[in-house]
């Protein structure tokens, strides 16, 4: 019998391997960004670097694996929803703040519409809440717009 990869469509593994090839290199961007500045600001402190790194490495065998299953659960979503959206004749697409703990950037975000080419967000803008500012660095087709985030598309 067929497995899984067999049965996909050229389309859905052009996606999921786009998918992947985006996940490893924001993985490994996010790690490497976190090292660079654990170190740096070790050596301004005058730590000791080995143990600095070292201590940041438990924490991500320990933390990691659940913040990434969180956040590439809400993030897979938001891209296959958008995906399905468009390949049905979705125009417009309308940003939602999920739950009653949504954050203050996300419910400033909540009921925003853009059409299905343009980002919620550009890279550099600034969004603003109650609980100061969230400056934007790369552009957010779809949630998660942050750590954590829960939010979702859906259509206008």
Not at 60 to 75: F, G, H, S
Not at 106 to 132: A, R, W
Request: glycine share 6%; with cysteine.
């Amino acid at each position: 019998s067929p497995g899984f990869e067999e049965k996909m469509s050229d389309d859905a593994r052009q996606f999921m391997d786009e998918y992947l090839e985006t996940f490893a290199y924001r993985y490994n961007d996010s790690s490497q960004g976190q090292l660079i500045h654990i170190v740096k600001k070790a050596m301004d402190e005058g730590l000791d670097i080995e143990e600095v790194v070292e201590t940041r490495l438990s924490e991500w065998e320990e933390k990691r694996p659940d913040k990434v299953a969180q956040n590439e659960t809400v993030r897979i979503a938001g891209a296959i929803a958008r995906v399905a959206f468009i390949a049905v004749g979705i125009t417009k697409l309308r940003w939602v703040a999920m739950g009653s703990e949504a954050c203050p950037y996300c419910k400033e975000m909540d009921g925003k519409i853009v059409g299905v080419e343009q980002p919620f967000v550009n890279k550099h803008d600034t969004l603003e809440s109650e609980d100061g500012k969230m400056r934007i660095y790369k552009p957010a087709f779809h949630p998660p717009l942050h750590s954590n985030c829960v939010c979702a598309i859906t259509t206008e």
